[in-house]
């Protein structure tokens, strides 16, 4: 078995043990929320501070990684929105659920370890660079979408509630308030105190391990209720249009190949949990949402895998 191989097999067999914990009863649904809230608040956030603080990102210049995933992410929403509202024939709400569940990847508790575990840390640096602007786009897209269709009808749009109701969400976020800080003690030029660092160090070693455990018991929780069709029509999406559209973007802007791999397997990872809540936002499509989510992230063992596989034979 090929040490890529075997990485992915190791991640998805922590969803699957965190699922099969929740499907015994061997752990309550409370507990996974739980773990979920230490994962993200606690072990993620302090993983991107400690990647912050120590990382020198080797030259990677943002701005056509930016480019190139984030138009991918756009076409795709688009033909998600499509999806729904005209082959599915659902309303605009829905349609905006689709956009976003076929372009939102799940970056922190999928990505982030299984990028660390196929890629190392210099694949992580290239990966803190999507998280430190993904979170805020897609933050603030959903925000102004919900304030479009989310509304009663005949409602007025403003842009300062759009702002204020931004800004609160960005700095209140702990993974970003962990690379802020990050990128603040770096700024400072002082040595981190060793009981710091150790500490850091400890709880950030967790991140990776505790955040798929928590996905798998996620999933036991929303489970599948209907809506097959479209949420595959989704997945499809997600799983292979994404991705295909990110590697032609990285490969056309010539990307050094760390960062094109990366950017590929990020791309080709399924929908993660905020697609869910800006359903339960928007109060339609919960359950199409919480299907896609479900249905891409079993699809994704060997979706993933494939798309590893042609990043490496395309970037080396």
């Known amino acids: 078995m090929s040490p890529l191989v075997e990485t992915v097999l190791f991640v998805f067999s922590?969803?699957?043990?965190?699922?099969?914990?929740?499907?015994?009863?061997?752990?309550?649904?409370?507990?996974?929320?739980?773990?979920?809230?230490?994962?993200?608040?606690v072990a993620m956030p302090l993983l991107l501070f400690q990647t912050m603080v120590q990382s020198d990102f080797h030259g990677v210049t943002p701005w056509p990684l930016w480019g190139a995933y984030f138009a991918a992410v756009a076409i795709t929403w688009?033909?998600?929105?499509?999806v729904m509202t005209r082959l599915f024939g659902r309303d605009a709400r829905a349609g905006i659920v689709g956009g976003v569940s076929s372009a939102y990847s799940n970056v922190v508790l999928l990505g982030a370890p299984f990028i660390l575990g196929v890629f190392g840390a210099g694949g992580f640096e290239v990966l803190s660079l999507l998280v430190s602007v993904h979170?805020?786009?897609?933050?603030?897209?959903?925000?102004?979408?919900f304030e479009m269709f989310g509304r009663a009808s005949g409602e007025a749009v403003h842009p300062l509630r759009v702002i204020k109701s931004f800004l609160r969400r960005l700095f209140i976020n702990p993974l970003i308030i962990g690379i802020l800080a990050?990128?603040?003690?770096?700024?400072?030029?002082?040595p981190m105190p060793d009981l710091i660092e150790r500490l850091v160090d400890t709880l950030a070693d967790t991140a990776g391990p505790v955040a798929l455990f928590?996905?798998?018991?996620?999933?036991?929780?929303?489970?599948?209720?209907?809506?097959?069709r479209p949420a595959l029509a989704l997945s499809a999406l997600k799983l292979f249009v994404m991705p295909a559209l990110v590697l032609l973007f990285v490969w056309l802007l010539g990307l050094p190949p760390m960062t094109a791999k990366v950017a590929v397997v990020v791309a080709a990872l399924p929908?993660?949990?905020?697609?869910?809540?800006?359903?339960?936002?928007?109060?339609?499509?919960?359950?199409?949402?919480?299907?896609?989510?479900?249905?891409?992230?079993?699809?994704?063992?060997?979706?993933?895998?494939?798309w590893l596989t042609v990043a490496v034979h395309v970037f080396g």
Not at 18 to 29: Q, R
Request: charged residues 5%; aromatic residues 8%; glycine residues 12%.
């Open 135 to 145: 979170l805020p786009i897609m933050m603030m897209a959903s925000i102004v979408l």
């Open 182 to 190: 990050g990128l603040a003690w770096r700024f400072s030029g002082e």
């Open 14 to 41: 922590l969803v699957a043990l965190g699922y099969i914990a929740g499907l015994t009863g061997y752990l309550k649904p409370a507990s996974g929320e739980g773990i979920s809230e230490f994962a993200v608040n």
């Open 78 to 82: 688009v033909l998600g929105h499509i």
């Open 214 to 228: 928590a996905m798998g018991l996620s999933l036991r929780r929303f489970g599948i209720s209907g809506n097959i």
């Open 271 to 306: 929908s993660g949990i905020n697609s869910y809540l800006i359903a339960v936002q928007f109060n339609t499509g919960q359950a199409l949402a919480s299907n896609q989510m479900t249905l891409a992230t079993a699809s994704a063992v060997l979706t993933t895998s494939f």
